[in-house]
């Protein structure tokens, strides 16, 4: 069955609403309760994955998302959304100058995350939908997502699996989620040009039951330590 994260999100409110609701059925009759039914939302997070970018203020319409400004490789973990075509504007922290403005439709209770990129310097966004398994007791699942501007097309590998966990992925590309076998694993992302192994990580845990992003993101010989070409593993879920 696939399931839509969204439902956790929901059960978190209703146990919230449930939970205001005992203090007054102690004072007063049922039929006075007016409870409002939630204001239809999506759910987005965002991730700056953008090297050369500065660090972000970011709106949705007139909202400001962020409470301080995004910088790169963190993200905004899932949050309520307005539904319907909403403007995204990105500025830089110290200006109100937009870097990049983009609609996006959302739809009541979807999942999304939007992957902030830069090609050619100019700030790029690329908007998917959230969609995963029913959690699996003895599995784990994960996508990849390749934001390093500077690498073509290339594939992963993680040790002791006979196969690549990913098809051939290009620049923006952002994979579906496929399940996963939890351990330690060595990754090794290889380019599909010759085979040349571009960047090697030892020992990442991938636990069962977690949904997870990999980020490939960075450059080679980034001036910033912390801006060269690494990946980060990101927690979308987890279940209960």
């Known amino acids: 069955m696939i399931k839509n994260p969204v439902s956790k999100f929901k059960s978190i409110t209703m146990k919230s609403l449930a939970?205001?609701?005992l203090a007054l059925l102690a004072t007063s009759c049922l039929d006075d309760i007016d409870i409002p039914d939630p204001t239809p939302a999506a759910y987005v997070s965002i991730y700056q994955g953008s090297a050369t970018a500065p660090d972000l203020n970011i709106f949705a319409d007139n909202n400001q998302v962020t409470q301080q400004p995004l910088g790169f490789s963190e993200f905004i973990a899932y949050s309520p959304f307005f539904i319907g075509e909403r403007?995204?504007?990105y500025t830089s922290a110290s200006s109100t100058s937009s870097l990049l403005?983009?609609?996006v439709t959302l739809e009541v209770d979807k999942v999304y995350s939007i992957f902030l990129s830069s090609k050619d310097d100019q700030l790029e966004s690329t908007l998917v939908e959230?969609?995963?398994?029913d959690p699996v007791a003895d599995l784990a699942q994960l996508r990849f997502a390749h934001l390093s501007?500077?690498?073509g097309e290339i594939y992963v590998e993680f040790s002791g699996l006979t196969t690549p966990i990913t098809p051939n992925v290009k620049f923006q590309d952002i994979t579906d989620f496929a399940e996963l076998a939890p351990g330690i694993y060595d990754i090794d992302v290889?380019?599909?040009?010759?085979?040349e192994s571009l960047l090697q990580?030892?020992?990442?845990e991938i636990k069962k039951r977690f949904v997870y992003t990999l980020i490939l993101k960075g450059n080679e010989g980034a001036n910033e330590t912390s801006k060269e070409l690494d990946l980060q593993l990101i927690t979308n879920y987890f279940g209960i």
């Open 87 to 89: 403007l995204m504007r």
């Open 201 to 204: 990580i030892d020992g990442v």
């Open 130 to 133: 959230d969609v995963w398994e």
């Open 149 to 151: 501007s500077e690498l």
């Open 101 to 103: 403005e983009q609609n």
């Open 19 to 21: 939970f205001g609701g």
């Open 190 to 195: 290889k380019s599909v040009e010759n085979g």
